[in-house]
């Protein structure tokens, strides 16, 4: 997902790596800090990849900025990705936010809804964080009001997307 969200940030057009970086730490938030070991080495396999283009320039003090800027192999990465989003990149509700934010980059409303349909389909499966066995337990057979919380919040929200999905789809 760092990679999906270099490019996303990148097609909306070129960035130093310290603003590349602020924009991916406001898109994670607290729960998936980006530190320069795993953004910077990403940055490298991308250009090397020919998906980001590279260029230095004076900086405010003798040190040099990188401006990076993506390629039309990086743009067609980037829609390549987002169209193909599925499995985790769909379940995993901080990667989905990722392809999310990005959806509109796809140039195709039907693709933007196939990615979105994936997503619904994987909401309306019954889920939940406890089992009895098999059985999946809802908010109100438990008595921990902590897991009752969960629960209850997982439950709100999945219906509210649910609805939000619904809606933009018809």
Known sequence: MLELAILGFLAEGP???YQLRR??????GHARPVSDGSLYPAINRLVRAGLLDRRSEPGASAVQRHTLSLTAAGRTE???RLRDADGL?????????TV??????LPDLADQHAVLRRRLDFLEQP?????????????????DPYRRGMLTIA?????AER?????LLT
């Open 155 to 159: 439950r709100a929200t999945s219906r």
């Open 100 to 105: 999310l934010a990005f959806l509109s980059q």
């Open 89 to 97: 990149d769909i379940s995993d509700s901080t990667r989905y936010f």
């Open 127 to 143: 889920a939940s964080f406890f089992h009895d066995g098999d059985r999946l337990l809802g908010a109100e057979d438990t008595d």
């Open 163 to 167: 609805s939000w999905l619904r809606e």
């Open 78 to 80: 980037l829609l390549r």
């Open 23 to 28: 924009r991916i730490a406001h898109l994670s």
């Open 15 to 17: 960035l130093h790596g």
